[in-house]
């Protein structure tokens, strides 16, 4: 069960398209001039109780899209990569689309939640990370490098939230907690993919829900996704197809919030179009 459909409007040309086999429900939606540009657009995985669950809620689901305007189309064909991507030895990524994005978040949480703001710790200098990949034996991928370029997380002190309900980890902190993770499979994690070895705890709750940053592209192959990782529960939802889509969308969520409504749940699901 899968199909795709367009809407078309006089500013926007955007697709969405779903695939359900069995229990487990796949989407993927953006502008189709970036159908196969995979920094651009968005997917979502869900698995549903039974496959009678899974249809029923595709076509409710279904259902929303047609009446927003949207209908049965052709995929679009195939054209040579628009933009120039550097390789991470784990996924490819639009190195000066990632430092724009960052740059125009700095500018929004400096001015829309600047007690925030001092809150984060200063950036790391290129030899500390290089320290830290040797002393965790770990290889931190070129894009996720240039987020602790940035800032280092934020003081463990500060309980505000950077995204959803969680808070931005120093990256030593992360490569611990995925270490420690890591050496649970098996023995404390008995599920397969209950933890998985290629996932970066980047942002937490502080409660052991984390979301995590994917080198291998865990149940849908898209190297670099951003997912959910809950201790008590077996939902691992992809919540972004990359970083320059999860900072995009936190862009687009302080652009059009008013600075007195922000409150301690950063929610970019409005900004997703799903």
Same mark, same amino acid.
């Given at each position: 069960?899968?199909?795709?459909?367009?809407?078309? /409007?006089?500013?926007?040309?955007?697709?969405?398209?779903?695939?359900?086999? &069995?229990? +487990?429900?796949?989407?993927?939606?953006?502008?189709?001039?970036?159908?196969?540009?995979?920094?651009? !657009?968005?997917?979502?995985? !869900?698995?549903?109780?039974?496959?009678?669950?899974?249809?029923?809620?595709?076509?409710?689901?279904?259902?929303?899209?047609?009446?927003?305007?949207?209908?049965?189309?052709?995929?679009?064909?195939?054209?040579?990569?628009?933009?120039?991507? %550097?390789?991470?030895?784990? /996924?490819?990524?639009?190195? $000066?689309?990632?430092? +724009?994005?960052?740059?125009?978040?700095?500018?929004?949480?400096?001015?829309?939640?600047?007690?925030?703001?001092?809150?984060? +710790?200063?950036?790391?200098?290129?030899? /500390?990370?290089?320290?830290?990949?040797?002393?965790? &034996?770990?290889? *931190?991928?070129?894009?996720?490098?240039?987020?602790?370029?940035?800032?280092?997380?934020?003081?463990?002190?500060?309980?505000?939230?950077?995204?959803?309900?969680?808070?931005?980890?120093?990256?030593?902190?992360?490569?611990?907690?995925?270490?420690?993770?890591?050496?649970?499979?098996?023995?404390?994690?008995?599920?397969?993919?209950?933890?998985?070895? #290629?996932?970066?705890?980047?942002?937490?709750? &502080?409660?052991?829900?984390?979301?995590?940053?994917?080198?291998?592209?865990?149940?849908?192959?898209?190297? &670099?996704?951003?997912?959910?990782?809950?201790?008590?529960?077996?939902?691992?939802?992809? *919540?972004?197809?990359?970083?320059?889509?999860?900072?995009?969308?936190?862009?687009?969520?302080?652009? /059009? %919030?008013?600075? #007195?409504? $922000?409150?301690?749940?950063?929610?970019?699901?409005?900004?997703?179009?799903?």
């Amino acid at each position: 069960m899968k199909n795709y459909y367009e809407l078309k /409007t006089d500013t926007e040309h955007k697709f969405w398209e779903y695939e359900l086999k &069995g229990k +487990n429900f796949k989407m993927k939606w953006g502008l189709v001039e970036d159908y196969y540009d995979r920094s651009e !657009t968005q997917s979502k995985i !869900t698995k549903y109780d039974s496959p009678e669950h899974g249809e029923e809620r595709v076509s409710l689901m279904i259902q929303r899209y047609e009446k927003k305007g949207y209908v049965t189309a052709t995929k679009p064909k195939k054209n040579k990569p628009k933009k120039l991507s %550097t390789s991470s030895g784990t /996924t490819e990524f639009d190195a $000066i689309a990632l430092k +724009n994005t960052l740059q125009t978040l700095d500018k929004f949480l400096q001015k829309k939640r600047p007690e925030y703001y001092e809150q984060f +710790n200063p950036p790391l200098e290129i030899e /500390t990370i290089q320290v830290l990949e040797e002393k965790y &034996g770990v290889t *931190i991928p070129e894009d996720l490098k240039l987020v602790y370029l940035w800032k280092n997380g934020q003081s463990r002190t500060c309980s505000k939230t950077f995204v959803n309900n969680s808070m931005f980890i120093p990256l030593e902190e992360m490569l611990a907690t995925q270490q420690e993770f890591t050496s649970m499979i098996v023995k404390d994690f008995e599920a397969k993919n209950w933890w998985n070895k #290629h996932w970066f705890p980047i942002f937490h709750n &502080g409660g052991g829900d984390h979301i995590c940053y994917d080198t291998e592209g865990t149940f849908t192959g898209q190297k &670099g996704q951003l997912l959910e990782f809950w201790h008590d529960e077996s939902d691992r939802n992809i *919540i972004c197809s990359n970083l320059v889509s999860l900072f995009k969308n936190l862009n687009k969520f302080y652009d /059009t %919030t008013d600075i #007195h409504k $922000i409150d301690e749940f950063i929610d970019i699901s409005n900004y997703l179009d799903y």
